[in-house]
Protein backbone atom coordinates (compact mmCIF):
# COMPACT_ATOMS: atom_id res chain seq x y z
CA UNK A 1 0.00 0.00 0.00
CA UNK A 2 1.17 3.47 -0.52
CA UNK A 3 2.34 5.94 1.52
CA UNK A 4 0.25 9.55 2.45
CA UNK A 5 1.41 12.05 0.32
CA UNK A 6 3.44 14.71 1.70
CA UNK A 7 1.91 18.21 1.78
CA UNK A 8 4.88 18.86 -1.33
CA UNK A 9 3.58 15.94 -2.91
CA UNK A 10 -0.21 17.10 -2.76
CA UNK A 11 0.61 20.66 -4.16
CA UNK A 12 2.53 19.15 -6.82
CA UNK A 13 -0.61 16.83 -8.36
CA UNK A 14 -2.66 19.47 -7.72
CA UNK A 15 -0.31 21.38 -9.49
CA UNK A 16 -0.57 18.88 -12.67
CA UNK A 17 -4.19 18.88 -12.33
CA UNK A 18 -4.34 22.62 -13.20
CA UNK A 19 -2.23 21.82 -15.76
CA UNK A 20 -4.14 18.90 -17.08
CA UNK A 21 -7.23 21.37 -17.17
CA UNK A 22 -5.49 23.91 -18.79
CA UNK A 23 -4.43 21.63 -21.74
CA UNK A 24 -8.07 20.27 -22.04
CA UNK A 25 -9.32 24.05 -22.20
CA UNK A 26 -6.75 24.82 -24.87
CA UNK A 27 -8.56 22.77 -27.38
CA UNK A 28 -5.78 22.08 -29.05
CA UNK A 29 -4.71 18.51 -28.23
CA UNK A 30 -6.32 15.43 -30.39
CA UNK A 31 -9.27 13.18 -29.06
CA UNK A 32 -6.70 10.61 -28.27
CA UNK A 33 -4.66 13.52 -26.18
CA UNK A 34 -7.27 14.77 -24.41
CA UNK A 35 -8.72 11.23 -23.21
CA UNK A 36 -5.55 10.09 -22.08
CA UNK A 37 -5.11 13.23 -19.82
CA UNK A 38 -8.49 12.84 -18.78
CA UNK A 39 -7.61 9.84 -17.69
CA UNK A 40 -4.56 11.24 -15.77
CA UNK A 41 -6.22 13.64 -14.25
CA UNK A 42 -9.26 11.40 -13.10
CA UNK A 43 -6.23 9.31 -11.27
CA UNK A 44 -4.81 12.43 -9.92
CA UNK A 45 -7.87 14.05 -8.78
CA UNK A 46 -9.15 10.58 -6.58
CA UNK A 47 -4.95 10.41 -5.32
CA UNK A 48 -6.08 13.77 -4.06
CA UNK A 49 -9.51 12.95 -2.60
CA UNK A 50 -8.04 10.42 -0.95
CA UNK A 51 -4.93 12.24 0.72
CA UNK A 52 -7.80 14.73 1.62
CA UNK A 53 -9.69 11.67 3.78
CA UNK A 54 -7.27 10.86 5.51
CA UNK A 55 -5.94 14.18 6.74
CA UNK A 56 -9.37 14.68 7.53
CA UNK A 57 -9.81 11.26 9.60
CA UNK A 58 -6.48 12.47 11.42
CA UNK A 59 -7.74 16.00 12.45
CA UNK A 60 -10.82 14.49 14.12
CA UNK A 61 -8.85 11.63 16.05
CA UNK A 62 -7.09 14.81 17.08
CA UNK A 63 -9.98 16.94 17.59
CA UNK A 64 -12.04 14.05 19.84
CA UNK A 65 -8.39 13.19 21.60
CA UNK A 66 -8.32 17.17 22.50
CA UNK A 67 -11.56 16.87 24.34
CA UNK A 68 -10.95 14.04 25.56
CA UNK A 69 -7.98 15.54 27.39
CA UNK A 70 -9.65 18.54 28.53
CA UNK A 71 -12.46 16.27 30.13
CA UNK A 72 -9.64 14.67 32.20
CA UNK A 73 -8.25 18.03 32.82
CA UNK A 74 -11.55 19.35 33.98
CA UNK A 75 -12.06 16.20 36.31
CA UNK A 76 -8.88 16.49 38.00
CA UNK A 77 -8.89 19.55 38.84
Known sequence: MTKAKS????ETVLNRIEGIVS?????T????ESIKLYQEGIK?????????EEAEQKVTLLSQNSEELARVAEDTE
Do not use: G, H, M, W
Not at 29 to 32: T, W
Open 44 to 52: LVRSCQKTL
Open 23 to 27: QLESQ
Open 7 to 10: PANF
Open 29 to 32: LSLD
